[in-house]
């Protein structure tokens, strides 16, 4: 039996161990003798403890293969031990994993369940500890192989009242045969294993607080084979492996990690369409023309200052979030000719002629620029639609739709525009035609 930490809060009492004593035949004279006098000397207590623990060691000894119920009850092995934990996980889904399984629910696991599976199918232990059918492991398993929508909730610190840190423990996510969906919370990508095993079925992964890599998530073979390619790659040079791609996987959500780069294992999900990136580390937008089926994407609070030639990457998307970034430049969005939805608001966006960059873009409908520096130049809503040309009254800005009266404004601020664009024109033919003859 693997124990970790006791209770902290631990104490003998009476009847635990007379159960124990009557029960299952431990000897009463292994109990340490209660002290009276002096009760609360911080000696006295500490060797109170040692002697405890002294005698757990040895009722853990005494039953090396089935602990008596009283004495695991007492110890919460149900809440800190491996076979404990198992147990009680069978036992509850023997119970409710059929109608859980039916009303297609997302099921919540944490990490100290999914070690202690793990481990157990690990040590070929049998499969039932208890001696009691209902918690048998094969109860645990027959469900994760059907279960469909699965949540991993981990935690910072130790778990209730043991020093057990959960973001150390190693699991396995290959007893998954079904899962449509997975969010993973606060777990570390170093501890989970068989993420790979998922390939096949996945329709949607979140993972938060938890990596600082895409390719940990999604290409955990290239621990082992940093020379990867991703399956039907035409190669020309020798490649150690061929990793097969999320074949059903359409959204990933990845916010709120520390990821500060896209690398290239975005190769392996070539049917995304929903990606958010969203509170990361990023400063750079890479290798996203690897995602032919993008239509929408979250970029929100990163580190971005620019993006440069963004059709050349998210050529045929509908919505994009930038939010919250240190964009001063719309340069680089000039060509998203696909974009519906913009979200430009709490950047570095300074000048009104910026918007010129994106006011030709023949689908935008929402555009959101709300906390820029901009804002607070006079008219700025005005100033704004009237860059949108013909399609200004199709434009809602910040969430407001524009009223009559800025719709008026906007037309004049368009006819002063073209007069002085015309005069610019004519200018520029002007001296066009007169330096003509100077070049001959
Ligand atoms: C625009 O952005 C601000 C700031 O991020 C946000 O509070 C607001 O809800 C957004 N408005 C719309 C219509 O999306």
């Known amino acids: ?38 009760k609360n ?13 002294q005698y757990l060691q040895t009722l853990l000894v005494q039953f090396p293969q089935a602990t008596p119920p009283a004495l695991s009850c007492f110890l919460h092995l149900q809440l800190y031990e491996v076979n404990g934990v198992t147990a009680a996980l069978a036992e509850d889904l023997f119970h409710k994993g059929e109608q859980l399984l039916e009303a297609g629910q997302v099921f919540t696991l944490r990490p100290l369940q999914l070690y202690s599976v793990t481990q157990q199918l690990r040590l070929a232990t049998p499969t039932c500890f208890t001696g009691d059918a ?18 991993i909730s981990g935690a910072q610190g130790p778990v209730g009242s043991s020093n057990i840190q959960e973001n150390s423990l190693p699991f396995d996510l290959s007893i998954f045969k079904s899962l449509l969906q997975i969010e993973i919370t606060e777990c570390s990508s170093q501890q989970i294993s068989g993420l790979s095993s998922l390939r096949q079925t996945l329709a949607t992964m979140s993972v938060h607080h938890s990596t600082d890599s895409m390719q940990l998530v999604l290409v955990p073979e290239a621990s082992e084979f940093p ?14 492996a061929v990793i097969p791609v999320w074949k059903s996987l359409t959204t990933l959500d990845l916010s709120h990690n520390d990821i500060s780069a896209v690398d290239s294992s975005v190769k392996l999900i070539p049917k995304v369409e929903f990606l958010d990136l ?48 240190q964009l001063s430049s719309l340069q680089g969005l000039c060509k ?24 030709s873009l023949p689908c935008l409908e929402k555009l959101n620029l709300s906390d820029n520096p901009m804002c607070i130049i006079p008219d700025y809503r005005t100033k704004v639609l009237a860059q949108f040309g013909d399609r200004a009254a199709e434009v809602c800005l910040d969430g407001k ?16 525009q073209k007069a002085k664009d015309m005069k610019d024109q004519k200018r520029t033919i002007h001296s066009f035609t007169q330096r003509k003859p100077g070049q001959e």
Do not use: M
């Open 227 to 240: 020379q990867w390619e991703p399956e039907g790659a035409v190669s020309s040079c020798p490649v150690t």
């Open 278 to 325: 969203s509170h990361n580390q990023l400063s750079s937008v890479e290798n996203l023309q690897h995602l032919y089926s993008l239509v929408h994407v979250d970029l929100s609070y990163n580190l971005l200052c620019s993006l440069d030639a963004a059709h050349t990457r998210l050529g045929n998307i509908k919505t994009l979030g930038l939010s919250g970034n």
């Open 401 to 416: 739709t524009t009223t009559e009266k800025e719709l008026d404004t906007v037309e004049v601020l368009k006819a002063i």
């Open 41 to 53: 000397s911080k000696s006295l207590v500490e060797r109170r403890q040692k002697d405890l623990e």
């Open 1 to 38: 039996i693997l124990l970790w930490g006791a209770p902290r809060d631990f104490r003998i009492d009476k009847g635990s161990a007379a159960i124990l004593t009557a029960e299952n035949k431990v000897d009463r004279r292994l109990l340490p003798p209660k002290k009276i006098l002096g």
């Open 134 to 151: 209902k918690t048998d492991l094969g109860h645990i398993l027959d469900f994760t192989c059907r279960l469909k929508y699965l949540k």
């Open 336 to 359: 998203l000719y696909s974009l519906v939805n913009l979200d430009l608001s709490h950047n570095q966006l300074t000048q009104l002629e910026e918007i010129r960059n994106i006011g």
